[in-house]
């Protein structure tokens, strides 16, 4: 019996597709250090100093937003984060924003004041008016000032988030842990952004001091990661203590319904709610955003209604000196109530981390327009009740607000918010190297940004179960889920001073204006929660040890894997050994031989020679590369290089991806996709040896460049089918790929025989048909390591990588066009 023509007595070759679940390293870039970076010959790279630094920054012409070449059914969709966006379809997605990003904030009249003057009694005005006034300003500060005009602003095209601003630094210093960078992919033309010129000096000092140290390098992906740990911890608390509040609100309603039917009947609604997750961000957003829109509706009018009813001189918080008068009285006891003050800004950061789902100005009119106004309503008419009914403040919201029905059904619906930020955290950094590979649902065809991730949805359910289960109170939820929304405020408030420093150059006055204003806020209200420790604190700082582990874990694995590739990587010295037949037979047909490495033969491939009795006549190794930026414009998506001599038919493709790119591959359309750029590369490679061993004058040179520019223009269709490819000569990799093309007749017989004679071989092979050449790896420390070491990567990563997500799953490739071989990796 054989197996893709290898014999089964062969220990080293697995049957093919029979270890599908499996991790195949090959398949994806998790990132790595290169040895020896490639320079295009266009890039000009020898030149130093200011002027070259300046140009690698400058931008490059603005891009539409594209979805992936393979995925074929979206090839017109638009950019839904462009400037020109027109007015009606913004005020869609801010009608849906109100049912997914703002519900959590939206909700929370139903708990602050509850929390707040359960540590402070009521026992005169002040107190009150201090309360609101301290809600008030919290509510101003964060979400208005900061995150509506300013951090919505540090969006990397159109994505936040945390890793969306790494990804954005990332860019301009090369700080990137996962060092597989190459001098071409600051070319994408999304790469590059315009940078102002009155900051710029201090600006390269940042830049090269962080590219100096690999102690702030690990420093900020710590911090980055840190960050996207604590929105998953938000994740899981969000949906609990939402649930919870909005259930236990029955207690007074209905007669012996207690503690335990209120953790019962809340588990039933965390099921239903998480069951729906599937149908996309979209649906979900419309069918919960009417019920949002009314609960806003009754907050602000209800607001009002308290308001003058009970006491209309409320209006007097408006005066920030009541904040000091409410400490000044309280002390301590004021200090400690900053922790459910805090609550009233909950999901604030689901506004930036959301950004993929929706647009800025989406986020924007949707929260100046109608959540901040009804919101400021909602606690004044709160507050005006409370003067009058100081006894009432444990069930405040409920006694105020005759609507139970609409609050029940908009608390439920308020851990949406935190719950497509996860989906959103996950893919960046999976994208990015620093999550283990999972399967991403993308529900819309018209935005890229809005996914569902089935193994990360059924995890928070389960552990909001457990939340809900242990704790049966939202008191001590409150005190943990205060951790966890001001530690992601820090996070960001810190990456966005780095951005404004780096990249946006702001006056150095104004740049730390801001982490002073906003970051010293924080910083007291994290001083708040922090006492909360021991009563229910510790929960989100348990959950973002985990995360941080699991993420840094498979980031330390992954890089040290690529290291080992690249040391371990076959000498060009040894393949012209072979010769062109390679010491094998040489039979018709393709093989895609999926590898990570950038530059270089894989040591995988010396397996596949000592394995298989016959190789495939043209050989392609493809590189999978993920890039910190969104989305790859499709027609600058493939380099192609010639690896050894011409007769040896073998080249490398190397495929870039953003993070937000969607890749839906249909096995067949990829196939010919690469056949059609390879064949063009062939035919521009060959172009361009004619012309540099042509004697063709410099006015010659001109009219030829200018009627291949006019033939290309007349076929646009095709251009923008087939990307644009790039060569670079080096010491292991040979030939080249131009830009534009010369007219045929410039070329001579002697090459044209050529081109024809490699064209008719590729069009045999392709005849044969593909075959995919995977490498399943095993990892394993060096005896010499050291035990934590070996902990790490023998146990840990070990296990990551075996339940992940199996490359031959996410190719869609059929099993029979597949052939795998073993190899273990010693890092």
């Not at 301009?172 to 999304?190: C, F, G, K, T």
């Not at 007097?316 to 109530?337: E, V």
């Not at 906003?518 to 021991?534: A, C």
């Not at 790490?792 to 052939?819: D, E, K």
Request: glycine content about 6%; aromatic content about 10%; hydrophobic content about 45%.
């Amino acid at each position: 019996m054989e197996v893709g023509g290898v014999e089964e007595s062969n220990a080293r070759l697995l049957e093919s597709g029979s270890n599908e679940g499996s991790s195949i390293e090959s398949r994806w870039v998790d990132g790595s250090e290169v040895d020896t970076m490639e320079v295009p010959a266009w890039s000009n790279e020898g030149r130093e100093g200011y002027g070259s630094v300046r140009r690698r920054l400058l931008k490059g012409p603005k891009r539409l937003n594209s979805l992936d070449v393979e995925v074929m059914a979206i090839a017109k969709s638009q950019d839904q984060h462009s400037k020109d966006a027109s007015l009606w379809p913004t005020l869609a997605l801010a009608f849906q924003t109100l049912g997914v990003v703002y519900g959590d904030m939206g909700t929370s009249p139903l708990y602050v004041f509850a929390d707040v003057f359960s540590k402070v009694p009521i026992e005169s005005d002040v107190d009150v008016l201090g309360a609101l006034s301290l809600v008030m300003y919290t509510i101003a500060l964060i979400p208005l000032a900061k995150y509506v005009f300013v951090v919505l602003k540090a969006n990397d095209n159109g994505e936040g988030g945390t890793f969306a601003l790494y990804s954005l630094i990332c860019r301009y210093a090369n700080v990137n842990m996962l060092p597989n960078r190459q001098p071409a992919d600051e070319h994408i033309s999304s790469f590059r952004l315009k940078l102002p010129t009155p900051e710029m000096k201090r600006a390269l000092n940042i830049k090269e001091t962080l590219e100096k140290s690999s102690s702030l390098k690990t420093f900020l992906l710590l911090l980055v990661l840190l960050g996207t740990s604590m929105i998953i911890g938000d994740g899981i608390l969000t949906p609990a203590i939402s649930v919870m509040s909005a259930i236990s609100g029955l207690q007074g309603e209905i007669h012996g319904f207690g503690t335990n039917s209120v953790v019962l009947v809340s588990i039933v609604v965390l099921v239903a709610l998480f069951s729906i997750q599937r149908f996309g961000t979209s649906k979900v957003g419309f069918m919960f955003a009417p019920i949002l829109a009314l609960w806003f509706f009754c907050l602000g009018s209800i607001g009002i209604y308290n308001i003058v009813k009970h006491d209309i001189m409320v209006l007097r918080a408006i005066n920030p000196a009541f904040i000091f008068y409410f400490f000044k009285k309280n002390g301590k006891k004021a200090w400690s109530a900053l922790g459910g003050c805090v609550l009233c800004i909950t999901g604030a950061e689901a506004m930036f981390a959301d950004l993929g789902h929706f647009s800025v100005p989406a986020i924007q009119i949707a929260f100046t327009c109608v959540v901040f106004p009804c919101l400021l309503l909602a606690y004044m008419g709160q507050a005006a009740f409370l003067l009058k009914n100081p006894t009432s403040y444990a069930r405040v919201f409920y006694d105020s607000v005759p609507v139970f029905v609409i609050a029940t059904l908009a608390a439920m619906i308020a851990s949406q918010a935190m719950i497509s930020a996860t989906f959103s955290c996950v893919k960046q950094s999976m994208a990015l190297g620093c999550f283990p590979r999972l399967k991403i649902i993308h529900t819309s065809r018209k935005f890229m940004g809005q996914i569902y991730i089935p193994v990360i949805n059924w995890f928070l359910m389960v552990m909001c179960i457990v939340v809900v289960s242990i704790f049966q109170s939202t008191t001590d939820i409150a005190n943990a889920y205060g951790i966890a929304e001001v530690g992601v405020m820090i996070v960001s408030t810190t990456l966005v001073t780095l951005v404004m420093l780096l990249i946006w150059q702001t006056n150095l006055f104004w740049a730390f204006c801001f982490p002073i204003a906003f970051g010293s806020v924080e910083l007291i209200y994290m001083s708040s929660v922090l006492s909360k420790i021991f009563e229910g604190g510790w929960l989100p700082l348990a959950f973002a040890t985990f995360f941080l582990s699991v993420m840094y874990t498979w980031n330390y694995g992954s890089v040290l894997k690529y290291r080992s590739e690249v040391q371990e990587k076959i000498s060009l010295d040894l393949m012209l050994e072979l010769g062109s037949n390679l010491g094998t037979v040489r039979v018709p047909g393709i093989g895609l031989l999926y590898n990570e490495l950038v530059q270089g033969i894989p040591s995988v491939f010396l397996q596949f020679l000592l394995s298989l009795p016959a190789l495939h006549s043209t050989i392609v190794f493809v590189c999978i590369k993920h890039v910190p930026i969104p989305v790859v414009p499709q027609e600058e998506r493939f380099l192609f290089r010639r690896v050894c001599p011409k007769d040896y038919h073998m080249f490398r493709c190397v495929a870039r991806y953003g993070y937000k790119d969607v890749r839906k591959e249909d096995h067949h359309a990829f196939e010919q996709l690469l056949i059609e750029s390879l064949e063009k590369f062939l035919r521009k490679e060959a172009q361009e040896t004619t012309m540099e061993s042509s004697n063709l004058t410099e006015e010659d040179m001109d009219n030829a460049l200018v009627k291949s520019k006019d033939s290309d223009n007349n076929n646009v269709a095709e251009e923008l089918r087939i990307p644009l490819m790039h060569g670079q000569n080096s010491s292991e990799e040979t030939g080249t790929s131009i830009t534009e093309e010369a007219p045929t007749s410039y070329m001579s017989l002697d090459e044209d025989d050529g081109i024809e004679y490699e064209l008719s071989a590729l069009r045999e092979a392709t005849a044969s048909g593909c075959t995919y050449l995977l490498g399943h790896g095993d990892v394993r420390a060096k005896k010499n390591s050291l035990f934590f070491k070996k902990l790490v990567i023998n146990y840990f990563y070990a296990f990551l990588r075996n339940n992940c997500r199996g490359g031959t799953a996410n190719m869609r490739v059929p099993h029979t066009n597949i052939i795998q071989v073993g190899m273990t990796y010693m890092v």
